[in-house]
């Protein structure tokens, strides 16, 4: 094992150093890096050119070159001296100053769509894998090849140039939903709902019936309340919410059957609804920190009363509880957030128009954690949408293909002949094994997740990693590309080691030779 | 992806074979003397693939539009067929909006007709159904050069890394491991923005010098394990040369993995050059890319919506239609339905 470690390494620091060879001599091959000097028309223009050739060393030739950079960045190598150097840009900033900022911007952007991803993707990848050969998977099926033949850049301006601004009109046009929409949208997802639980044509009916309706009503229901102008789910509706999750999550993990653990998720989704009279007052005065402290609180409680209360089979209840209780509160604090809303909207920098399309945040904005945290929501939500529908399509597939084959396998059959149930063969025996593959695929793309989404930061103007090695190369700036090379290489190709360390870990069938 | 109707490929030889004097369903054109043969390994891909409604279509749309696109504007000093030129200027008509009628007269519409400019025109006066076109044929272009040129490139380093094993393997696969660790995005872009001037051909030729790791690892992947098989040691007993068994007798074998990867890197290449040509770091003025155009054109989508419509449904078009007939050349090849997971290349890579 520690053979294999070590090889690796040995390895990999050579296959870095090739790569960031390559990378730099190409880029410093890719163009000029004194144009805009040599067109300029100011009087010291040769004076300048000779200030930045001295600057980035440009008189040397860039195989050469590169060894002087190799040497300024092996001392980020010597911990806790600070002597990293990795240059300047042509702007004379140190590369190892902006190099954290953009790494910030880019994880902000990605963390909740890579997250959202994962979970949706392999949600209705087990769905359309149960379902195989049905409506719905055909329909996924469609649609995932679809998003795959869909660019990046074309979601990201589809998003920024026709959906934004659409959102935005109809906010500001303060009109109401059109009955023909609404109509519409009920029976789309009247006929998803029925494809997705199928059965029996009388059982698709019901289920077809009931989610169209109930659709059409939730929208009537919006239009007659202004919803989208002033949102929240009022006591009604969080009564609703977390009844229902309470419900799934037990049916899910447990089984409805199991009176423990339903008396554990309801006891949690009755502290959460509790919470949200309580802690009213207390969230008008809260930051950031107070929110995340109480979100610990919440789900240490959830897995406390698991604890407690679990009986024999102790590990399912604190699941039940810390899920319920994390969720249910996230309610809480969603709700407190679209109290803002209205506050927000009516904020002169934003005149009505909420949906952004350029930028993190909005230049000057002030106001506590609510309308700040609306503020990052409404500028990275369409980012984030785009970057979603692009990486789903994938997980969707991983998802359907794994459980086809786990659920094909002898044990399947075996947990099904001594008679457990199809949702203890599902998510007990086939699950567990089908997330295996998925969990390093994962960590592979955790390792990618800081190049960035070099495309939709630049469309949407996101100062992150992208954007910073895109206008880098337009400039032939080679430091910061190379900077930006070696963050996204070294993440790459650690996470790369920790996926294949994971894979031998979860799956005994896989050894590492030594 | 799979997600089609469950068929029974290997019924139609098994009958073949047990029923030897019935008249066959399929009729088999140059049929042999012996029909208890049964049908060759080709054959039985080729009734797949033919039986596959959706690839067939793709494959046959995909041909019309390469044709359609290619004869509009013509190639190289060949003039096409319509009327403009993607570089020329003309007076704007309407606005420059799209002049393309479909409505018949008798539905209330103005009639089917082309008009001066049915696409509508850029918005210094360009008529844009000749800059679609031409945008389609270069992303045509970059999809063969770099489809053939990286699967060729792939195939030979994976054979060679796979067949001859030892040094040679270890060697090659960290040469691939070197373009691996670098995103095919950030090279791309390096590399476009070094060569993106010198047109179209040579950008695409660059492309695939650097978008052939996949295929190489597939095919190497395949050449392990093919290599150990009886009719490589009996082609070697019998005296035939390295080069011979890698050619002739291990790359039939392993040609499905090949022509799979093969469309469907054809089909990333399609995105990728219009990714990079949106950042401008592709095709550069005063020639016409997909992704070029796009983002040209990106500040007057308010007012001029078909300046993004056209380009935009004509590049989810090519890639729907390619990504349509590789998988159709997956089931046909793998009739187990087995997805390529790149899981599993990285595994048999990693050992």
């Not at chain 1, 309580?278 to 969230?283: A, P």
């Not at chain 2, 950030?186 to 060569?195: E, F, L, P, S």
Request: aromatic content about 10%.
């Amino acid at each position: 094992m520690v053979g294999f470690v070590l090889r690796r390494i040995a390895v990999s620091v050579l296959v870095l150093l090739a790569a960031s060879f390559i990378m730099y001599v190409l880029s410093a091959n890719s163009g000029d890096p004194l144009l805009d000097l040599r067109g300029s028309s100011a009087a010291n223009r040769d004076q300048l050119i000779a200030a930045r050739v001295a600057a980035l060393d440009l008189d040397v030739a860039p195989p050469l070159r590169y060894f002087l950079w190799l040497g300024g960045a092996a001392q980020c190598l010597v911990p806790f001296v600070g002597t990293c150097d990795l240059g300047t840009t042509i702007s004379n900033a140190q590369v190892t100053d902006i190099l954290p900022t953009a790494m910030f911007s880019t994880l902000q952007l990605v963390t909740v769509s890579f997250v959202i991803a994962i979970f949706l993707g392999v949600a209705v990848g087990i769905i359309t894998a149960l379902r195989q050969y049905s409506g719905f998977d055909f329909g996924v099926t469609l649609l995932s090849f679809f998003l795959y033949s869909l660019p990046a850049f074309l979601v990201a301006v589809l998003l920024k140039e026709f959906m934004a601004l659409g959102f935005n009109n109809f906010l500001q046009a303060q009109t109401s939903i059109p009955i023909w929409v609404i109509v519409l949208i009920g029976v789309v997802s009247a006929v998803i709902w029925q494809a997705m639980i199928a059965g029996p044509p009388r059982r698709r009916l019901v289920v077809a019936a009931v989610s169209g309706a109930s659709t059409v009503v939730l929208f009537v229901y919006f239009n007659l309340s202004d919803w989208f102008r002033n949102p929240g789910f009022g006591p009604v509706g969080l009564f609703l919410l977390i009844g229902g999750t309470v419900v799934v999550i037990t049916a899910l993990i447990a089984g409805l059957e199991n009176r423990r653990a339903l008396i554990i998720a309801s006891v949690n989704g009755a502290l959460a609804y509790l919470s949200y009279f309580l802690l009213q007052g207390l969230f008008d005065v809260s930051s950031l920190g107070t929110l995340i402290i109480l979100g610990i609180v919440a789900v240490a409680v959830g897995i406390a009363t698991g604890l407690l209360f679990g009986g024999t089979d102790r590990g399912q209840a604190m699941r039940i509880g810390g899920v319920v209780a994390l969720l249910t509160s996230s309610y809480v604090v969603l709700d407190r957030f679209m109290q803002s809303w209205p506050a927000y909207l009516d904020l002169p920098r934003i005149n009505g128009r909420p949906i952004a399309t350029v930028g993190a945040a909005t230049p000057g904005l002030k106001g506590d954690v609510w309308i700040s945290g609306i503020d990052s929501f409404t500028h990275l939500l369409l980012p984030t949408v785009a970057l979603l529908l692009i990486s789903f399509a994938g997980y969707t597939r991983y998802a359907r293909s794994g459980l086809l084959e786990v659920m094909g396998q002898d044990y399947i059959r075996t947990a099904r002949a001594k008679g457990l149930s199809e949702r203890v063969v599902v998510m007990r025996h086939a699950l567990r094994n089908m997330l295996i593959p998925i969990a390093t695929l994962i960590a592979t793309d955790i390792g990618a997740l800081l190049g960035g989404a070099v495309i939709t930061e630049h469309v949407f103007a996101i100062s992150g990693m992208g954007s910073l090695f895109v206008s880098s190369l337009r400039r032939v700036d080679v430091n910061p590309i190379m900077g930006y090379f070696l963050v996204i290489a070294f993440t790459a190709i650690l996470f790369n080691f920790l996926a294949d360390l994971a894979y031998a870990a979860l799956d005994p069938r896989v050894r590492v030779a030594a | 992806m799979s997600g089609n109707e469950p068929r029974e490929p290997e019924e139609l030889p098994m009958t073949a074979q047990m029923m030897p004097e019935t008249a066959e369903p399929e009729p088999v054109p140059a049929r042999e003397v012996d029909d208890t043969v049964g049908v060759s390994q080709g054959r039985l891909i080729l009734r797949r693939f033919l039986g596959n409604k959706v690839a067939i279509v793709s494959g046959i749309l995909f041909l019309i539009v390469v044709i359609f696109a290619t004869s509009a504007v013509g190639i190289g000093p060949i003039p096409g067929w319509w009327k403009h030129n993607y570089t020329t200027l003309a007076p704007q008509v309407g606005g420059g909006a799209p002049t393309l009628s479909l409505v018949p007269e008798w539905l209330g519409g103005s009639g089917i007709s082309l008009g001066e400019h049915p696409f509508g025109q850029s918005r210094i006066g360009i008529d844009y159904f000749a800059m679609t076109m031409r945008g389609i044929q270069n992303s045509i272009i970059v999809m063969f050069v770099i489809g053939i040129g990286g699967t060729v490139i792939g195939t030979v380093i994976g054979a060679v890394a796979g067949y001859y094993r030892g040094r040679v393997d270890s060697i090659l696969m960290r040469i691939t491991d070197v373009f691996i660790v670098i995103p095919i995005i950030v090279i791309g872009a390096v590399v476009g923005r070094a060569t993106g001037g010198l047109g179209v051909w040579l950008l695409a030729a660059f492309l695939a010098l650097i978008s052939w790791t996949t295929i190489a690892r597939l095919v190497r992947a395949e050449f392990l394990s093919l290599r150990e098989r009886e009719f490589v040691e009996a082609a070697r007993v019998a005296g035939a040369s390295d080069l011979r068994i890698i050619f002739k007798h291990i790359l039939p074998n392993a040609i499905g993995v090949v022509i799979v990867a093969a469309t469907l890197l054809a089909a990333a290449a399609i995105l990728l050059e219009t990714a990079l040509s949106y950042l401008q770091l592709g095709v550069r003025p005063p020639d016409v890319s997909l992704g070029l155009i796009i983002s040209d054109n990106q500040s007057a989508f308010q007012t001029r919506p078909w300046l993004f419509w056209w380009p935009a449904a004509f590049i989810v078009i090519l890639a729907l239609l390619v990504n349509f007939v590789g998988d159709g050349l997956r089931d046909a090849f793998d009739p187990r339905q087995k997805r390529f997971s790149r899981r599993r290349t990285k595994e048999q890579s990693a050992s």
